[in-house]
């Protein structure tokens, strides 16, 4: 099993920004990227970024590119995602996943194994 401990996220005027942090535990031998997704109210749930496992080759979605940055920590099981220049359709609860690669996280969400409990952002106007 893997656990996923989620801090950040919060209210924030847009046009600010807000970082989310994510650091994965347990049995991450064959996980090896680690990734977020989201669920805005009334939507569907849609992937925003991914990373590998050597931080080397990142994923986003179109809405977001441009605005947020995901980075992996020094420990190679911890990421954040830094969200710049936040719009009111960014508001969501933000979920950390964790799994097999960068690549299958953007186009598969199944390949998303484990997830966190979700942190919630909300970006007023």
């Known amino acids: 099993q893997v656990q996923l401990a989620e801090s950040g996220g919060g209210l924030v005027q847009a046009g600010g920004s807000l970082r989310l942090s994510c650091a994965a535990s347990?049995?991450?031998?064959?996980?090896?990227?680690l990734g977020w997704f989201r669920r805005a109210p009334d939507k569907e749930r849609e992937f925003v970024a991914a990373?590998?496992?050597?931080?080397?080759?990142?994923y986003y979605a179109d809405s977001v590119e441009g605005r947020f940055t995901i980075s992996k920590v020094n420990n190679k099981n911890s990421v954040t995602l830094q969200m710049n220049s936040l719009e009111p359709e960014d508001t969501a609860v933000y979920y950390c996943?964790?799994?097999?690669?960068?690549?299958?996280?953007?186009?598969?969400?199944?390949?998303?194994?484990?997830w966190g409990k979700g942190l919630l952002v909300t970006v007023s106007s």
């Open positions: 990373i590998s496992e050597s931080g080397s080759i990142s």
């Open positions: 347990g049995r991450t031998d064959d996980s090896t990227a």
């Open positions: 996943v964790v799994g097999t690669s960068a690549f299958r996280l953007k186009y598969d969400a199944s390949d998303a194994k484990y």
